[in-house]
């Protein structure tokens, strides 16, 4: 790995609460190749604010800081708000949980792509759709055409997921943050969904932020895991380390889980140790 | 520490109200709407809103044994006289005391507004989530109802009931009413749908609740808080109707000091003597904006919700 | 676990929506049985009927063709209120599943209105303490409680009327992980402890696996496959779809 495409100081976030600020975020540091990096987490882990904090797409209230925030050579924290919303899109790409809320619903898929390919490369109309009908088979929309002019609720649920990434990496950006991606979707669209949005970070050159509560999935897909409870990173692992876990927290989420192969009596319910948490806030 | 120790050996009503964990339904429900007076309070317009109209009830309540003037006996001999210091809104074209009459018309405005409250709130609410959970024949012929009603502008209805039943007061009442309930019905009902096919409504059908208890223990609930909101809302539109129909001669009969007849009353005198219409005027105008700026803030007391 | 008493059974049953050209039949001659005390899985993707299949024998859809028997007789449509006394239904969203402006005893008490139990508040009490929740709980609101709480007390709403028969729709799939395991050992526990006969539909193949003994796998409507536990396990299926359907629960299992 050479320069990071995202190198992440101690990034923290705090909402204004009755008693001061609740920490959402408390210094997560990380540095971002051209890898499939996984953060998981539970609900309240951050995980989700995380990605968010580095889009700049948190409310006004939050209270964001980090020693480092920068995409190559930019710093995201010291960025205008005119100049993140061209990196927004641009140069970070989010592809969210459930294309029905994330896609327009009054316009066509062909519309939304092209809108969004002319927005950040410039190109003219007839440009634009030749690279949407493209993208749309680079998904493995096996009909791209006939797709294109639908609109998302005619739109299947993995379906509409590939017409997503589609859509966020048509700008080709240099991060892809993929904020559980698969979750609204059957098992056995998953693994076709994951493989297309691999496919293209891939041949894009593009790094992936992944982050999912689905511990056995992360470790499957990505080639690095962050584990994060409480605004912290718990652990940072290979993924294919994530079954051979140090940490007691990564062990007992991998221990919750009803295992596939045996059967167990009783499953593990994790105890969350207030220590893992104590000496970051002063 | 110490202090914390200090505050748990007598707990005070304030500690009580903020316990993380209720012991009692009571305290529970006494929680509740603790956190929604602080939101209410939280909401500086909101606030100012709940400030007048509790002025207004005092005002209504009280009032009449503050002021030296009769609202209705005349003094020809001082009459029109400009706002100074022994009239402080000034006198009418009969020698009354405006500021007097004003008060004695707080509680006409009041009574009307709260009597229309009282009637057209529950017809609305009942009807609407009716219609709402139950669906089917109920439903079509209590919204072609409300269709009918709604076709028409609140005030020619109401004007069409009065000239029905005769001016005055009562019917005024009455004939706003009438006028008041469609508009939440229409609210509850969209309320209704959006729980019918709920989870806590499938499970409390499950329990073996019948169709009554399900719409008066479940879905009037959900109901309430939009039909409160939608009706202080009214309050204000309840109070310029009952005015316009005082003001056209068929509300409050004159000498009656309804608001909207002294401005009827008023306005000949307009270019000359301005506070006579500019008193009831401004009376109107204060009490109908407290009552939208109340109703505004109540959507956030009415969220269950921490915040 | 006692074999062969009949505790549920499903015959033909088929449900349909809508009419003519735009019917969709949701669930397609579906039959299976249920031991009284044996735990019994449904294990399908969205929109394969599974919880359609519960809400029908729930009678919260009536419309619907075959036969429901409850320890052997029919049950009548609609359902009456002693039904309700043998099955109960957890549903699969806490958040929505629990009135939002009723304090969790006022959910608690209805049923035991309903029904005229005596000594409310003492089983209210207890059943929290067997849900694993203090007896404060009783005095808070919805939003007051984490997801795994909520779904805590709508298995203590389905339990309050001591029913024989659970139908538990997706009970975990709304929670995190280290919840999930909670609520498991909890369901498990609760039906050893009492005897109970549980219907539970899942798109988790872990989770079914886990809880159920016998496991019938639907697609489009169908029930495809009926095997054991333990042959899911071993991967002793038939069908393709189960077949692809453990493969893609596998995948992520086995790292790359």
């Known amino acids: 790995m050479t320069e990071p495409l995202l190198d992440v100081a101690n990034l923290r976030v705090a909402y204004p609460s009755h008693h001061g600020f609740t920490d959402a975020l408390r210094g997560v540091s990380f540095a971002l190749g051209r890898e499939r990096l996984g953060i998981v987490g539970e609900s309240g882990s951050g995980k989700s604010t995380a990605g968010r904090a580095i889009m700049r797409l948190l409310p006004p209230k939050a209270r964001v800081s980090a020693d480092r925030l920068l995409l190559g050579d930019t710093d995201l924290l010291a960025a205008r708000e005119n100049e993140m919303r061209a990196i927004r899109g641009g140069r970070i790409a989010m592809v969210l949980q459930d294309p029905r809320y994330a896609l327009n619903p009054l316009k066509t ?41 639908l609109y998302p609720h005619e739109l299947s649920g993995g379906m509409g997921q590939r017409v997503m990434i589609a859509m966020m990496l048509m700008p080709s950006p240099e991060v892809v943050i993929a904020d559980e991606p698969t979750s609204a979707l059957d098992v056995t669209v998953r693994g076709q969904i994951l493989d297309i949005l691999n496919e293209r970070v891939e041949a894009q050159g593009a790094g992936l932020i992944f982050i ?51 059967k167990v009596d009783t499953l593990t319910v994790p105890d969350h140790d207030p220590a893992w948490l104590v000496g970051q806030r002063p | 520490m110490t202090e914390t120790n200090l505050s748990r050996d007598r707990p005070s009503l304030r500690d009580w109200l903020e316990a993380s964990t209720a012991a009692s339904p009571g305290q529970a429900r006494a929680q509740s709407a603790w956190r929604g007076w602080k939101r209410l309070v939280a909401n500086r317009a909101a606030f100012a809103g709940l400030v007048v109209l509790v002025l207004l009830v005092v005002l209504a309540a009280i009032g009449p044994w503050l002021t030296p003037y009769d609202p209705l006996s005349q003094n020809l001999q001082e009459r029109l006289l400009p706002p100074s210091g022994r009239h402080w809104l000034g006198t009418d074209d009969l020698g009354r005391d405006i500021l007097t009459r004003i008060i004695h018309g707080s509680r006409i405005t009041l009574m009307m507004a709260v009597l229309v409250a009282v009637i057209a709130g529950p017809i609305g609410l009942i009807v609407g989530a009716a219609a709402g959970y139950l669906g089917g024949w109920f439903d079509v012929v209590a919204m072609r109802v409300v269709d009918v009603f709604l076709s028409f502008p609140s005030l020619i209805l109401a004007l069409a009931f009065v000239a029905a ?91 009656s000091p309804e608001w909207g007849a002294m401005l009827a009353s008023g306005r000949q005198f307009m270019l000359t003597n301005w506070w006579l219409a500019a008193a009831p005027g401004a009376a109107i105008m204060i009490v109908s904006l407290a009552f939208n700026l109340l109703g505004d803030g109540l959507r956030d007391v009415l969220d269950p919700r921490d915040d | 676990m006692t074999a062969q008493t009949p505790g549920l059974e499903i015959e033909h ?10 019917q ?57 209120r002693d039904f309700f006394k043998v099955v109960q239904m957890v549903f699969q969203d806490p958040y929505s599943s629990l009135h939002p402006r009723r304090m969790i005893r006022a959910t608690l008490m209805e049923p035991l209105e309903i029904h005229r139990f005596d000594r409310s508040d003492d089983r209210i009490a207890g059943i929290l303490r067997d849900v694993g929740l203090a007896p404060e709980f009783a005095y808070r609101y919805p939003h007051q409680l984490s997801g795994g709480q909520r779904q805590r007390v709508a298995v203590a709403r389905a339990l309050l009327l001591e029913p024989q028969i659970l139908l538990l729709d997706e009970p975990t ?10 609520v498991l050992n909890l369901l498990d526990g609760l039906r050893r402890a009492r005897g109970l006969t549980y219907v539970m539909v899942s798109h988790d193949l872990r989770v079914v696996a886990h809880m159920c003994s016998r496991i019938a796998v639907m697609t489009g409507g169908r029930i495809v496959e009926e095997l054991d536990a333990d042959a899911l396990r071993a991967g002793r299926a038939e069908e393709p779809y189960t077949l692809e359907l453990l493969t893609a629960s596998r995948e992520a299992t086995a790292p790359s």
């Not at chain 1, 584990?227 to 990173?233: A, D, E, I, M, S």
């Not at chain 3, 799939?173 to 909670?182: I, K, R, T």
């Open chain 1, 212 to 262: 999912s509560h689905d511990l056995p999935l992360v470790g499957a897909f990505c080639d690095r895991v962050l584990v994060l409870y409480g605004g912290q990173v718990m652990e940072e692992l290979a993924a294919r380390d994530l079954g051979r876990a140090s940490h007691p927290y990564t062990v007992a989420l991998n221990d919750s889980l009803p295992p596939l192969d045996h």
């Open chain 3, 173 to 182: 799939s709304a929670l995190d992980v280290s919840v999930q395991a909670g």
């Open chain 2, 165 to 255: 039943l005769g001016p005055g007061i009562e019917n005024a009442i009455l004939a706003i009413s009438l006028s008041a309930w469609p508009p939440i019905a229409r609210l509850a009902r969209a309320e209704a749908l959006t729980v019918r096919r709920s989870d806590y409504i499938a499970a409390a059908r499950l329990q073996g609740a019948s169709p009554l208890r399900l719409i008066l223990r479940h879905v009037l609930p959900i109901c309430i808080p939009s039909v409160v909101i939608r009706v202080t809302l009214n309050m204000a539109s309840i109070i310029l109707t009952a005015a316009g129909l005082g003001f056209l001669g068929l509300g409050a009969q004159p000498p």
């Open chain 1, 109 to 149: 898929v062909k519309a939304q792509i092209m809108e969004s390919c002319r927005l950040h490369t410039g190109a003219s109309r007839a440009e634009a759709l030749d690279r949407t009908l493209a993208m749309l088979e680079d998904v493995h929309i096996r009909d791209p055409r006939r797709v294109a002019d």
């Open chain 3, 13 to 22: 049953l088929g449900v349909t929506f809508g009419r003519d050209a735009a």
């Open chain 3, 24 to 80: 969709v039949h949701a669930v397609q001659d579906a039959s299976f049985q249920v031991a009284s005390g044996q735990s019994y899985g449904i294990i399908g993707e969205s929109g394969s009927g599974k919880s359609t299949i519960l809400r029908a024998v729930a009678g919260l859809n009536t419309e619907y063709d075959g036969v429901v028997r409850v320890a052997g007789a029919e049950v009548p449509v609609p359902r009456d």
